[in-house]
């Protein structure tokens, strides 16, 4: 199994302001992903983090608003930027566990945009 | 479209067995998975089924895989209080995870 720690696990911030969410995995994965987890609501995939690549994107996410970097196999970060108050939600990063049957999770970042 | 479908709440008394039923949409999901998540916890794997059973049996935990209906369901047996979480049904889709919107489990006294 793999052991993923997530920072900040919470955070208040101004609007129009950006902050950087980072996750480390204890062993090296192929895939991370990046899930919003609005309130009353499931997880919602944002990106798939590529290391070497550019992340993918899903529909509804650009990267102007969720920079995403993967500098190497056990870490990558979510920047969500120019925040709104609608950006408020708990923020998840995961990476796939051995042979693809998997995933594990990071412990969330709580944001709050005021 | 890509819902997983799961019902919001589900209350159940100390001791009985919960049962948490879901519906999900592609019926090439080649794993299907019951992950748990705690009050202010992340996610934690519960356990997972390929598609190609019917059954799994885990402890308490049983899953049940109808691929006709694409219906999947989570047994917990002699639910205790530390069960009490959301429950969240997924599938894999195109190498993504689709989760459905979680069900609540109340355990009552």
């Known amino acids: 199994s793999a052991v993923i720690s997530q920072k900040p696990s919470r955070d208040i911030c101004q609007r129009g302001t950006s902050l950087t969410i980072q996750c480390q995995v204890d062993?090296?994965?192929?895939?991370m992903f990046w899930y919003r987890q609005q309130p009353g609501q499931s997880l919602t995939l944002i990106a798939t983090?590529?290391?070497?690549?550019?992340?993918?994107?899903e529909s509804g996410f650009v990267i102007d608003k969720f920079p995403i970097s993967r500098p190497n196999l056990t870490f990558s970060t979510l920047t969500v930027s120019n925040m709104s108050p609608e950006d408020s939600s708990i923020y998840l990063c995961?990476?796939?566990?051995?042979?693809?049957?998997?995933?594990?999770f990071g412990q969330g970042t709580r944001l709050t945009v005021v | 479209g890509e819902d997983v479908e799961q019902s919001l709440f589900l209350s159940v008394r100390e001791g009985d067995s919960s049962v948490i039923n879901c519906t999900y949409t592609?019926?090439?999901?080649?794993?299907l998975y019951w992950y748990k998540q705690e009050p202010g916890a992340g996610l934690q794997l519960l356990t997972y089924i390929f598609s190609n059973m019917d059954m799994k049996q885990d402890q308490r935990l049983t899953v049940l895989l109808n691929k006709k209906d694409k219906h999947l369901s989570l047994r917990i047996a002699d639910t205790q209080t530390g069960d009490s979480a959301i429950y969240f049904c997924a599938e894999t889709l195109d190498d993504k995870i689709i989760f459905g919107k979680g069900t609540r489990l109340h355990i009552l006294p």
């Open positions: 062993s090296q994965v192929t895939m």
């Open positions: 983090a590529n290391q070497g690549s550019e992340a993918t994107y």
């Open positions: 995961s990476a796939e566990g051995h042979l693809n049957t998997e995933a594990f």
């Open positions: 592609d019926s090439s999901s080649t794993y």
